[in-house]
């Protein structure tokens, strides 16, 4: 066990330098790019670091290339979760104003068209839908985790309607992803789950030591303008994730 531990220390330092890499491709690079450049690197890096991580990611290629714009929707396990979205999809992100003090991650989020909520501030929360909206209004591909939280994995917790409130707004498709950990087997794993008191540390550690680590993103339904209400659109978008999740929980 001690010789996993001591491994996967010695992985964070490719990691490490990894997430420098993507710092100085943003501060050099990025603000000469066009949008299209920007994703394609995003692209790219995403699926660098999850090599470094040994994760591998399943995915049905024609799902996935038929989501050129639009509010993803998927369920929450672990801030992984972003940079799976990314390999394939690569998003810009709505998440809590806290992850933009995490070192270098949060800097990196911050300059990368993530939206940051700030909970008990109604002025920022309109700020906030008029940033949704112009993203979506002018074509850009946005992803939310309107759990508000992270799981295990094991289960869906209610959604937020709130967030789907711009993508009605602008007319825009809705496409509900469902994401799934396994281990080499198949089985559901919990490495990645970025749950309860664990530390960022605790889990990158807990991912590095895992071997044959599977991430599963699969399109489970989409939702064509017009679109109904918030909270009946954030209703049907659980229960296709839902599903789909206890599909994932019996399959190899």
Known sequence: MRSYQ?????RLVPVGIHLLYGAAQVALLFPFADEAARQRR????????LALLGIRVEASASEVDALESGLLVANHISFIDIFVINALLPS????KSDVAAWPLIGWLARRNDTVFIERGNRRAAHRMQEHLLAALGAGKRL????????TAGDRVLPFHGALLQSAIDAAVPVHALTLSYHEADG???????????????DCLQSVLQARGLV????????FQPPLPDRRHLAHRAHQAIARALARNATSP
């Open 6 to 10: 001591l491994l996967a220390r010695l």
């Open 42 to 49: 995003r692209g790219i890096w995403s699926r660098q670091l």
């Open 92 to 95: 810009a992100f709505v998440a």
């Open 143 to 150: 992803a939310i985790f309107p759990e508000g939280t992270t």
């Open 187 to 201: 089985s559901r794993s919990a490495a990645p789950a970025y749950i309860d008191e664990i530390s960022l540390m």
């Open 215 to 222: 991430a599963r993103i699969a399109v489970t339904a989409s």
